[in-house]
């Protein structure tokens, strides 16, 4: 009888383990990668959609990749909703038939997917193979939000609700703050099949010194005055127009010197660009462009107030990283945000949407260094005694495989 798992085969809908390139971007797969195959020896198998260059060869000997028609490329010359339910259906079905035949190949002990994309190729390998299968979600997206209506619900996670229909084993979901395992349970899967894991936190950042001056220096920042950031992938859904408007309505005499970072790349940057210049921020924002990860912590100490105005959660990695690194965070209240951006103690909140309220806090926060400090210093300890180190996030998850192994 096996203790764990030798071989693992995963289903992935990205061509590369870091969205934005260059190492920059979430670390989830980077991690699940290094402790699975370094510290535990067990063989990967990544199933992809195939890069422009053909199929990755990675320097881990522990580590095979395997493609599948990259549709994900096609679909981005479609109209947008069009390329929604195409996507929906194509990418499944173009990842069961790439796994079909890896399955005799590889024999794995156990299949992970990633996101609702791999449900329904996990329903059929699980029947057709007998193997165990476990589904990863990293956060459900709207899957919570019945306050947005009945047709809106609908419109927004329909993908979802029909790749729900096709159950699998055991549902991993990672609590970004959009309340996973409420969702999952209001969708019919049962309780004792979810697991609701925290995200991973690089815990050695609390002990990193890094000066702000020198950090400011590294990454090309003015010297002196405030500065306020934000840091996303530049899509709709992170709304970091409304980051910019907002430090629109900062008063002009403290915004005087400030400057406003924007880390991150993406579709939304010339828009972005377009509108600091209307809202006459012209000269006072720097677009950083995608930060490695090596470099984040020296992003997070150069700044003096960080910002979140995602519309799905502000509880996700980046506002996390900057609490970690004793940066003041002022967000909208959105989903499980509270959870840990604590209003008057561990950051400053601004209900959902409110533009003029989270002008407010910043501007509170500009203002009065002793209260960044003091809510800076609470953020870093709450880190401290509240998130996970990436190392014990991969392991439990490995606990599950175990247990999905046992007789």
């Known amino acids: 009888m096996k203790k764990g798992p030798e071989k693992i085969l995963v289903l992935s809908i990205w061509e590369d383990m870091w969205e934005l390139g260059e190492e920059s971007g979430p670390s989830d797969e980077f991690h699940f990668i290094r402790y699975l195959t370094e510290k535990k020896g067990i063989e990967l198998h990544f199933l992809v959609p195939e ?65 609702y994309y791999s449900l329904y190729p996990l329903n059929r390998l699980g029947e057709e193979y007998g193997v165990p299968t476990v589904n990863k979600f990293f956060g459900v997206m709207y899957l919570d939000r019945r306050d947005l209506g009945p047709l809106k619900y ?19 979901v990672l609590n970004d703050g959009t309340r996973g395992r409420k969702a999952l349970e209001e969708r019919g899967v049962p309780p004792g099949k979810i697991s609701f894991l925290p995200n991973g936190m690089d815990l050695e950042w609390l002990d990193v010194r890094i000066d702000p001056a020198e950090a400011r220096s590294g990454l090309g920042l003015p010297s ?30 403290l915004l005087e010197g400030a400057t406003l970072l924007i880390g991150g790349d993406g579709p939304e940057r010339p828009f972005l660009e377009r509108r600091s210049r209307a809202l006459g921020l012209e000269g006072r924002v720097i677009f950083a462009g995608a930060i490695k990860r090596g470099d984040l912590p020296s992003f997070y100490k150069a700044s003096d107030v960080f910002v979140a105005t995602n519309e799905l959660t502000n509880m996700s990695l980046p506002p996390c990283e900057a609490m970690l690194c004793g940066v003041p965070v002022a967000a ?63 392991q439990a998850e490995l606990d599950i495989f175990e247990r999905m192994l046992r007789p």
């Open 154 to 172: 609908w419109w927004y996670n329909c993908e979802q609700i029909a790749s729900l229909r096709f159950p699998v084993d055991h549902y991993i």
């Open 51 to 115: 890069p422009p260059n053909g199929e990755p060869v990675p320097e881990n000997p522990l580590l095979v990749y395997h493609t599948y028609p990259n549709i994900f490329r096609t679909l981005g010359r479609l109209p947008r909703v069009l390329g929604r339910f195409i996507g929906a259906f194509a990418v499944p079905r173009a990842m069961l038939r790439a796994a079909r035949p890896l399955m005799a190949e590889i024999d794995p002990d156990i299949v992970v997917g990633f996101t």
């Open 224 to 253: 002196e005055g405030v500065i306020i950031s934000t840091l996303s992938r530049l899509v709709r859904s992170k709304r970091v127009d409304l980051f910019l408007e907002a430090a629109s309505r900062v008063d002009p005499a």
């Open 332 to 394: 909208f209240d959105v989903s499980g945000t509270s959870e840990m951006i604590r209003d008057g103690e561990t950051g400053l909140l601004a209900e959902d949407g409110d533009v003029g309220g989270l002008a407010r806090r910043i501007e509170l926060l500009v203002r009065d260094e002793g209260l960044r400090r003091k809510l800076g210093r609470r953020a870093a300890e709450f880190g401290a005694e509240h998130l996970v180190g990436w190392d014990d996030r991969i």
